[in-house]
């Protein structure tokens, strides 16, 4: 088996504003972000206890709430691809398996949600896309 190092953000609740509804429709409690990263297994597997040899997810995390709170958002597919972007300003992170689902869907009952899985090749050309648009 291949070597591999995933770093895993389960059921993180986000302040997102995201939805057009009606008087009957049912508005959403909350968003739960749902994040696999595929990193270098050489920043996971380190020789010793030092923060310089591993991915510091904390700044991502701050930066996805940024962009949650940054504005209201018609779909949860936007936020997504904006969360996406995020991911890809991270040299580190090679590839993303990323799902945003919102709860209740009827009856007080469910979650439905929204999955985008990239790989290397489509977070280089989301990267290229990035630095294209700066």
Not at 9 to 38: K, S, W
Not at 87 to 111: T, Y
């Amino acid at each position: 088996m291949t070597r591999q190092a995933l770093v895993e953000l389960r059921d993180f609740r986000i302040e997102a504003n995201i939805g057009m509804y009606g008087p009957a429709d049912v508005v959403p409690e909350d968003h739960r972000l749902d994040l696999t990263l595929t990193i270098a297994p050489n920043l996971v597997q380190i020789a010793y206890d030092d923060m310089n040899l591993v991915f510091d997810y904390d700044p991502l995390i701050e930066q996805i709430e940024r962009v949650a709170t940054a504005q209201h958002y018609e779909t949860q597919e936007y936020l997504m691809s904006r969360i996406a972007q995020v991911c890809a300003a991270h040299s580190e992170i090679a590839a993303l398996d990323i799902c945003l689902r919102k709860r209740p869907v009827r009856r007080g009952s469910g979650s439905l949600g929204v999955r985008l899985v990239l790989g290397a090749e489509e977070m280089a050309a989301l990267r290229a896309k990035s630095t294209r648009a700066a």
